[in-house]
């Protein structure tokens, strides 16, 4: 094996050669000349890219690396690490896109010819996007310092020489996607291989983030991002016309000042201003005099050594020093003071902040002054730390002559209020991988945006006419009932729960709902059984009906989105729950070749089975639930109505003994093999007899889910009206 080979994991391996990890697995035990690891550990080995690439083609596995995987790998594999070669392909690909004719002229010559005529042609490039290489920052980006390095310095030479085939095939790879969605699908592989070097902010926390600093329908123009990251806060903003940004680490503000000149303006006529500073924000604010429209900011969390001693007479803490426990305080009056008058704030908080004891005097002076407009609590799984419900702080710059709001808006999407008609059984809300960010940004914009539109110096509009608050969800506080010895600005604290909040109206709209279902609960329930012995059918198996022609199986989580009308995914926690399709499709990888891949779409009368857990459950699909797309870890029965009725094929699959003998066991989960699942020969007549009946219990099993709901909803309710003295006891 070649000296400092590039090195690929199994996965890597599977998207080689288009298969699954469990493929690689089996080459690896069944073929004795498969590729020994050089490299990572016992659990997760890396192999040598060349002698993997050798074998796939000797076992007529690949016959040819797609080019994506290609240039991924020399990445990867760099000699001087991914990070820096990732810098170097962003910029020869912000050359190929802005200076075309420039690229083509330098690749026509030798490796090194090239790199020393791209190190002149990158140095250009980049004084021209982001300025000198240092400078006085006074006048280039209103920022006002007394000095600058810019954050993508020009490599040398010497430097470029080892990534030169890189870049070519870089460069090739933008020809057929472009130069953005490349160099998004390569940033998104390194982000994906390092998850813990990274403090990622998911793309729907920061649409949501950068929708809340819009003043109307007037778009923020100029947005700063003090703690940037990767640069997804800043790339979801729509049409700026200045860009700012600073981070401590080197590496990442050198791939959002790429990340960003290669997002803003695709035609590079009229480049958006763009600033990326690198330093210590608190301790060495790169721009101490820069004023813009908005700042949306996911800071670091529970710092304690964040500079509180040297900064303790900084003149940003108009509301308090903050605490040395209290950094996300910091961050606060950092964004504030670099706002216009009226301008907004978004900053993701640790729940904490929000009720510390340490921080109470400046969550009290915030809210007094009219600066804190709002705090949301975002469902756990919403950004890491994943366990815990963040939150967002709305803030607005004080300006001279408008008065403070005397109010305070108050969301809590972290546990949304259930649908009238969801299923007992139904999973809690949240997870990173389930989140419905569309309906935690309606619930959010839906409270805030009507809010947001009152004049807060008009003292006769009462409070809550701003917009129709909703019980347990959004609520608009006089600010005076905050300023207890606590101030504690939790949502949850101060938004009463759904049925509580309606008062003894709803609770006895909840109370005649629950009579009727248990009405219909005791029509539904089964006649006694007639006691006989155990049948002796012919049996078939699912497999073989499958071989026959009878029914055509199909796995789900497949498919991509396409950016046209969104496709709603049943779920594994859908099926369990019988509730209503609530996923929503991946979009494809940037950089991604050939057309997206078409999602499993479900039809009435399929019948779907969950893979995982064997548990007894099969659901046949309605027309209400047609058209959604089969999501992971499902399997889709779809049987010929001439020959299976598929309520006859459901019931069967549902029973216990079946269900054990087409299971496997693994260490952590149960699998179950559908074809292995067995059926009696019956006429189809004798199957809709069969069928008449499981369609029965069904039926009766969801006034069961909706029985236990509806109960459970009538005594916590009834609990918190006694508690609260909305619900007298007699």
């Known amino acids: 094996m070649p000296e400092n080979s590039t090195e690929v994991t199994a996965a890597e391996i599977a998207r080689l050669a288009g298969v699954g990890r469990a493929a690689v697995s089996n080459w690896r035990r069944r073929h004795a000349d498969f590729p020994k690891p050089v490299g990572g550990t016992e659990t997760s080995p890396s192999f040598a890219l060349p002698e993997v690439e050798q074998w796939l083609r000797d076992q007529g596995k690949l016959a040819e690396v797609p080019l994506r995987e290609r240039v991924w790998q020399q990445l990867a594999g760099h000699p001087a690490g991914a990070v820096p070669a990732l810098v170097h392909t962003g910029c020869a690909l912000l050359l190929v896109r802005d200076r075309p004719t420039a690229w083509l002229e330098i690749t026509a010559v030798s490796d090194a010819r090239m790199a020393k005529v791209l190190h002149l042609a990158l140095n250009s490039l980049l004084t021209a996007r982001f300025g000198?290489?240092?400078?006085?920052?006074?006048?280039?980006?209103?920022?006002?310092?007394?000095?600058?390095?810019?954050?993508?310095?020009?490599?040398?030479?010497?430097?470029?020489?080892?990534?030169?085939?890189?870049?070519?095939?870089?460069?090739?790879?933008?020809?057929?996607?472009?130069?953005?969605?490349?160099?998004?699908?390569?940033?998104?592989?390194?982000?994906?291989?390092?998850?813990?070097q990274f403090t990622l902010t998911p793309p729907g926390l920061a649409e949501l983030m950068a929708a809340l600093v819009r003043t109307g329908d007037r778009p923020a123009r100029t947005v700063l991002d003090p703690a940037t990251g990767t640069g997804a806060l800043l790339r979801a903003v729509s049409s700026p016309t200045a860009l700012y940004a600073q981070d401590a680490d080197p590496d990442l503000a050198a791939l959002t000042a790429l990340r960003l000149a290669l997002h803003s303006d695709t035609d590079g006529s009229n480049p958006t201003a763009l600033a990326v500073r690198t330093g210590d924000t608190l301790r060495a604010d790169a721009f101490p005099r820069l004023t813009v429209d908005a700042v949306l900011c996911h800071p670091p969390f529970n710092e304690r050594n964040w500079g509180h001693d040297e900064l303790a007479y900084d003149p940003r803490w108009e509301y308090g020093l903050p605490a040395r426990t209290e950094s996300e305080l910091a961050w606060v009056q950092h964004a504030l003071a670099h706002l216009r008058e009226g301008g907004t704030a978004v900053l993701l908080?640790?729940?904490?902040?929000?009720?510390?004891?340490?921080?109470?005097?400046?969550?009290?002076?915030?809210?007094?002054?009219?600066?804190?407009?709002?705090?949301?609590?975002?469902?756990?799984?919403?950004?890491?730390?994943?366990?815990?419900?963040?939150?967002?702080?709305?803030?607005?710059?004080?300006?001279?002559?408008?008065?403070?709001?005397?109010?305070?808006?108050?969301?809590?999407?972290?546990?949304?209020?259930?649908?009238?008609?969801?299923?007992?059984?139904?999973?809690?809300?949240?997870?990173?991988?389930?989140?419905?960010?569309?309906?935690?940004?309606?619930?959010?914009?839906?409270?805030?945006?009507?809010?947001?539109g009152r004049t807060p110096s008009e003292p006769d509009v009462p409070v809550g006419a701003a917009g129709q608050e909703r019980p347990g969800v959004s609520r608009i506080v006089p600010v005076i009932?905050?300023?207890?010895?606590?101030?504690?600005?939790?949502?949850?604290?101060?938004?009463?729960?759904?049925?509580?909040?309606?008062?003894?109206?709803?609770?006895?709209?909840?109370?005649?709902?629950?009579?009727?279902?248990?009405?219909?609960?005791?029509?539904?329930?089964?006649?006694?059984?007639?006691?006989?012995?155990?049948?002796?059918?012919?049996?078939?198996?699912?497999?073989?009906?499958?071989?026959?022609?009878?029914?055509?199986?199909?796995?789900?989580?497949?498919?991509?989105?396409?950016?046209?009308?969104?496709?709603?995914?049943?779920?594994?926690?859908?099926?369990?729950?019988?509730?209503?399709?609530?996923?929503?499709?991946?979009?494809?990888?940037?950089?991604?070749?050939?057309?997206?891949?078409?999602?499993?779409?479900?039809?009435?009368?399929?019948?779907?089975?969950?893979?995982?857990?064997?548990?007894?459950?099969?659901?046949?699909?309605?027309?209400?639930?047609?058209?959604?797309?089969?999501?992971?870890?499902?399997?889709?029965?779809?049987?010929?109505?001439?020959?299976?009725?598929?309520?006859?094929?459901?019931?069967?699959?549902?029973?216990?003994?079946?269900?054990?003998?087409?299971?496997?066991?693994?260490?952590?989960a149960t699998r179950l093999d559908a074809r292995r699942l067995q059926l009696p020969r019956l006429p189809l007549a004798e199957q809709q007899r069969y069928g008449e009946r499981f369609r029965a219990l069904a039926a009766f099993e969801d006034a069961l889910r909706l029985t236990g709901r509806l109960g459970g909803q009538l005594v916590q309710g009834m609990y918190d009206g006694l508690t609260d003295g909305t619900v007298t006891p007699e």
């Open 481 to 668: 009932e905050l300023l207890d010895d606590d101030v504690d600005l939790a949502p949850a604290r101060h938004l009463p729960s759904p049925a509580a909040a309606g008062g003894p109206g709803e609770l006895t709209r909840v109370r005649d709902r629950l009579t009727e279902t248990l009405r219909l609960t005791a029509t539904l329930t089964p006649p006694p059984a007639d006691v006989c012995g155990p049948a002796h059918w012919p049996l078939t198996t699912v497999g073989e009906l499958a071989r026959a022609g009878a029914l055509h199986l199909r796995t789900g989580g497949s498919g991509t989105g396409t950016g046209a009308a969104p496709v709603p995914v049943l779920t594994e926690h859908d099926v369990l729950g019988s509730t209503a399709p609530s996923g929503t499709l991946p979009t494809a990888p940037a950089g991604s070749e050939g057309p997206p891949e078409e999602p499993v779409l479900v039809e009435p009368g399929d019948v779907v089975v969950p893979v995982l857990g064997g548990g007894s459950v099969a659901r046949v699909i309605d027309e209400a639930t047609a058209g959604a797309a089969l999501g992971r870890n499902l399997q889709l029965l779809r049987p010929d109505p001439a020959a299976v009725d598929p309520w006859f094929l459901a019931g069967f699959l549902r029973g216990t003994a079946n269900n054990r003998q087409a299971s496997s066991y693994a260490s952590t």
């Open 349 to 452: 908080m640790p729940p904490a902040a929000a009720s510390r004891r340490s921080g109470r005097r400046i969550r009290a002076d915030l809210l007094r002054r009219g600066a804190l407009r709002a705090v949301v609590a975002l469902p756990a799984g919403a950004a890491p730390p994943y366990g815990i419900p963040l939150h967002l702080w709305v803030l607005r710059k004080p300006g001279a002559g408008v008065r403070p709001s005397p109010e305070l808006l108050l969301v809590d999407t972290a546990e949304p209020a259930e649908p009238p008609t969801a299923p007992a059984s139904a999973p809690a809300s949240g997870g990173r991988d389930r989140l419905d960010w569309q309906a935690v940004r309606s619930a959010v914009l839906d409270a805030w945006e009507p809010f947001d």
């Open 132 to 196: 000198p290489a240092t400078g006085d920052a006074e006048g280039s980006d209103g920022g006002g310092g007394t000095g600058y390095e810019r954050a993508v310095h020009t490599p040398t030479a010497d430097e470029l020489l080892p990534s030169v085939p890189l870049l070519r095939a870089a460069a090739e790879l933008a020809a057929g996607t472009g130069a953005r969605q490349a160099f998004e699908f390569l940033l998104g592989r390194q982000l994906a291989a390092n998850p813990r």
